[in-house]
């Protein structure tokens, strides 16, 4: 099993920033592969981004891509989301996800493991 708690979330306003980070413990965590997914209020989960086993392996949907960025520290079992420029419609809530394999995945049903969610909310 393996226990994923995210924080960082809240209110922001438009243009701003914040860091989103996700705590892993109970399994090796760089057998993990991670990634992030938000859903908004009446949506879908979607896909943000993911990171493999090595940090240099990344992947963002594109509605992200150069505004979001994924990072892991395995020393501390924890990966990160730095968003910037953030724009009311990146309000949701933002779930970290695990999965086994380590590879790169874009679907939810790729991940076994899921946190409990932090909301981010930004004003215009």
């Known amino acids: 099993q393996v226990q994923l708690v995210e924080s960082g979330g809240g209110l922001v306003q438009a243009g701003g920033s914040l860091r989103l980070s996700c705590a892993a413990s109970?399994?090796?965590?760089?057998?993990?592969?991670m990634a992030w997914f938000r859903q908004a209020p009446g949506k879908e989960r979607q896909f943000v981004a993911a990171?493999?086993?090595?940090?240099?392996?990344?992947y963002y949907a594109d509605s992200v891509k150069g505004q979001f960025t994924i990072s892991r520290d395995d020393a501390k079992n924890t990966v990160y989301l730095q968003m910037n420029s953030l724009k009311p419609e990146d309000t949701a809530v933002y779930f970290c996800?695990?999965?086994?394999?380590?590879?790169?995945?874009?679907?939810?049903?790729?991940?076994?493991?899921w946190g409990q969610g932090t909301r981010v909310t930004v004003s215009s």
């Open positions: 996800a695990a999965r086994t394999g380590g590879g790169l995945a874009l679907l939810a049903t790729a991940y076994d493991y």
């Open positions: 990171i493999g086993w090595s940090a240099d392996v990344t």
């Open positions: 109970g399994r090796t965590f760089t057998s993990l592969g």
